[in-house]
């Protein structure tokens, strides 16, 4: 069925280290995957996203990968700041429907 | 430009009532979405329209949950007899066209939904 997990569930790094966010999915059909951040009370905010054609991006201090045979995607962070705690939450859109499936978050947590 | 808006923050709703969420999306999108997100979790995705076409409601959970957006803007969730179970966070999306190949989904703030 429709799935994307996520690991880990929390992660806490020093600040001015990388943190790394996993996620797996089911439809090997996929071809959209977006990476939100959310902050507490907030709306999720679109902050990366890859295409099933792109096996890389990157966006100053953030960059995603994707393996599709494999059917992963990870999302980097380098140069952790305060702000960049938040949850932050992967998805893949189905392209059998038009939904876009999320993952169960990651709550991060940047130690001064 | 404006982004997604949604009314009310806030809803405080007795068991048995009837609530509607109403969603304004940013202008010229042409899919909608709902999702419900419970504490701690992911949105879980509810249903989606295609201009005034609902073309996906899988994700609905039961009969109560009813949808719409009868002139391809505005749209509007309602619950009907509230339960318990039903208290989240109601999140709105809305995205240029999947046909266009926009896929790239933004929120509102969403409603965070208390049912007592």
Known sequence: ?112 | GAGVSQSPRYKVAKRGQDVALRCDPISGHVSLFWYQQALGQGPEFLTYFQNEAQLDKSGLPSDRFFAERPEGSVSTLKIQRTQQEDSAVYLCASSLARLAGSYEQYFGPGTRLTVT
């Open chain 1, 1 to 112: 069925g429709e799935n994307v997990e996520q690991h880990p569930s929390t992660l806490s790094v020093q600040e001015g280290d990388s943190a790394v966010i996993k996620c797996t999915y089911s439809d090997s059909a996929s071809n959209y995957f977006p990476w939100y951040k959310q902050e507490l009370g907030k709306r999720p905010q679109l902050i990366i996203d890859i295409r099933s054609n792109v096996g890389e991006k990157k966006d100053q201090r953030i960059a995603v990968t994707l393996n599709k045979t494999a059917k992963h995607f990870s999302l980097h962070i380098t140069e952790t700041q305060p702000e960049d705690s938040a949850v932050y939450f992967c998805a893949a859109l189905y392209s059998s429907a038009s939904k876009i499936i999320f993952g169960s978050g990651t709550r991060l947590s940047i130690r001064p």
